[in-house]
């Protein structure tokens, strides 16, 4: 039972294109977290999101928890090359002993 | 500055074989994690420790796959009969037990069953 799920499942744009991906889910959570993988490579954290409504931006990222702490969006300014990767969002339960990922986003930004 | 170690990063096996991987966390983090992933998806859970205690496990692991981590640092993960299915990337993660937590992983070992 996937209790995460993420959309779109693929993403394709230019360089310079802004962009937006969403996390839902039905359970809430005490936190969540959007992690970035690389082809071959673990995932590595982005940013934790603890409050409802609660917004923080990391240079061209900004991502957004909601109200109900059950879903969180990411927005990417202007994206690069550089963002291409497997977004996931992960969210966090028991404050930290259990960590349920999504499926993901892939995105891809061409040059 | 070390962070997780996985070993090996690529394993092929032929099915029915055993196979055992380790994972080396950060050296201050007490919990480490098992997970799996295929091609398209995001890492499953598998199972959890905290300090040398297995605190939970899977009910979708099958009991060909047993875990350890005798000292509390170090673990390994085993997949004993080897099945065509258990091919995937086994992701390990380490983490501090305070505040918010946060997952570190390594880069993985990539089993293939032939």
């Known amino acids: 039972t996937q209790l995460l799920e993420q959309s779109p499942q693929f993403l394709s744009i230019q360089e310079g294109e802004n962009l937006t991906v969403y996390c839902n889910s039905s359970s809430v959570f005490s936190s969540l977290q959007w992690y970035r993988q690389e082809p071959g490579e673990g995932p590595v954290l982005l940013v934790t999101?603890?409050?409802?409504?609660e917004v923080k931006k990391l240079k061209r990222l900004t991502f957004q928890f909601g109200d109900a702490r059950k879903d969180s969006s990411l927005h990417i300014t202007a994206a690069q090359p550089g963002d291409t990767g497997l977004y996931l969002c992960a969210g966090v339960k028991n404050y930290g002993q259990n960590f349920v990922f999504g499926p993901g986003t892939r995105l891809s930004v061409l040059p | 500055d070390t962070g997780v170690s996985q070993d090996p990063r690529h394993k092929i096996t032929k099915r029915g074989q055993n196979v055992t991987f380790r994972c080396d966390p950060i050296s201050e983090h007490n919990r480490l994690y098992w997970y799996r992933q295929t091609l398209g998806q995001g890492p499953e859970f598998l199972t959890y420790f905290q300090n040398e205690a297995q605190l939970e496990k899977s009910r979708l692991l099958s009991d060909r796959f047993s875990a350890e981590r005798p000292k509390g640092s170090f673990s390994t993960l085993e997949i004993q009969r080897t099945e065509q299915g258990d091919s995937a990337m086994y992701l390990c993660a380490s983490s501090i037990d305070s505040g918010t937590a946060k997952l570190f992983f390594g880069s993985g070992t990539q089993l293939s069953v032939l």
């Open positions: 999101v603890v409050t409802g409504g």
